[in-house]
């Protein structure tokens, strides 16, 4: 059945919710050994019976929510036209750089993928294509490799305003995933993308560092995923078409892995609530001497002023927002709570949000916030309605999910929000 395309804007992280763009995780996850995980940047491989029944709840509450558009159904739509077709496969393998050795072997594998039917070929594209032998022991066991971060569809693509941001990957591991988001919002949702790389070759952005705040205001993060480089390119871009403009950003630390990205630590819970890893406020710890910068633009200009910290940015703009801590009071549980994206809360409205049940500090910290606590198997069962709760927090299991390195926000890219 043929699926329609919805309109794409988004100019705030808690407007309501109209649709979003998930990735049910694949095979691809199980296409990870011991020797290969850290290269797909994972910690540990994981089991996916287990993932399946987490992701079943977390997408099962989204459904019940709004409109939900899955990454291998849209791009099955759009490998219908040949044209699009012909690029991402012939893309997809020269990304992959078959050598010259290879040539024959890349040659029938084009003539192969060609006639697959899209929905084939869709799964191919995302989950990989093994080689006829491999020798057991050598890490290059596919012609073409599997995506296996494309569960984390926020980072590849970025809904800014009314366009699309197409991320420009800090690893070579995830840079195919463009040619996927760049066909589907080109040629299936029809919108204008905006793309670092195409600016500057060192330019690099993703998703989990782009936060909308409002229609004048991003708050981004700075480090081993997005760099100065993406960033000042947002700047210049909204410099030539908006007279006044404000980018706050935070610096955050290079390692560990728990903070690759702004929404590790800060998200958005609703207009004046957020979640917040306290170190980061407090500019303590890994965050000591990590600055924190509003980037003004009034008519052209840009200028940058250095901020306590995001809050204080906030404020400076006239935003009044009560943080909730990530893992509670205590500071050791903070630590452990944040490692399992603690932080990392998506907004469904205001002040209505889901994230990870095990982290229970600061599930707790939700409730005394006023945030009614609901389970998602309840809300799934009709249990618990989210319509009947003005601030609430659905909360799903995750054991295995959080070992990939993500949590809600990760997950999921908004693509209509009121």
Not at 99 to 123: I, P
Not at 213 to 220: E, F, G, I, N, V
């Amino acid at each position: 059945m043929s699926i329609t395309p919805c309109k794409i804007n988004v100019s705030s992280e808690t407007g309501r919710l109209r649709a979003v763009l998930l990735r049910r995780p694949g095979i691809e996850i199980e296409r990870m050994t011991p020797l290969n995980a850290n290269q797909a940047l994972y910690g540990d491989i994981l089991d996916k019976p287990t993932v399946d029944r987490e992701y079943g709840l977390f997408s099962g509450v989204l459904e019940r929510w709004t409109n939900v558009y899955y990454v291998r159904d849209v791009l099955a739509e759009v490998l219908n036209d040949e044209a699009v077709r012909e690029h991402l496969v012939v893309e997809s393998l020269r990304h992959d750089r078959r050598t010259s050795q290879q040539q024959q072997v890349v040659n029938g594998l084009y003539q192969h993928l060609m006639e697959l039917d899209s929905q084939q070929l869709a799964k191919i594209l995302i989950e990989g294509y093994e080689k006829d032998e491999w020798d057991g022991f050598s890490n290059d066991r596919y012609l073409l490799k599997p995506l296996y971060n494309l569960m984390f569809t926020r980072d590849a693509s970025s809904t800014v305003y009314d366009r699309v941001l197409i991320n420009s990957m800090s690893f070579e591991v995830r840079e195919r995933e463009t040619l996927i988001y760049e066909a589907i919002f080109s040629h299936f949702f029809g919108v204008q993308l905006l793309n670092a790389a195409a600016w500057n070759h060192y330019a690099r952005t993703e998703g989990g560092d782009v936060h909308i705040a409002s229609p004048d205001l991003l708050c981004m993060g700075e480090g081993i995923r997005t760099n100065t480089k993406g960033i000042d390119y947002l700047a210049q871009t909204f410099a030539k078409e908006r007279e006044h403009f404000n980018i706050l950003v935070q610096e955050l630390p290079k390692t560990p892995e728990s903070f690759i990205h702004l929404d590790m630590v800060f998200t958005f819970l609703g207009e004046h609530y957020c979640m917040a890893f306290e170190p980061m406020l407090r500019k303590e710890g890994l965050f000591a001497g990590k600055e924190t910068t509003l980037i003004n633009i009034d008519n052209g200009k840009i200028s940058y002023h250095s901020v306590p910290n995001i809050l204080k940015g906030l404020e400076s703009l006239g935003w009044e927002m009560e943080p909730v801590i990530c893992g509670g009071s205590d500071s050791w549980v903070q630590l452990r709570e944040q490692w399992h994206s603690g932080a990392n809360f998506f907004s469904l409205g205001d002040c209505q949000v889901m994230g990870y049940r095990r982290n229970t500090h600061t599930i707790d910290a939700l409730d005394k916030a006023g945030f009614n606590v609901l389970y998602a198997e309840d809300i799934i069962s009709g249990k618990a309605l989210m319509n009947s709760n003005e601030k609430f927090v659905a909360a799903f299991p995750g054991s295995e999910l959080p070992r990939a390195g993500g949590g809600a926000r990760c997950m999921t890219m908004p693509l209509l929000r009121d």
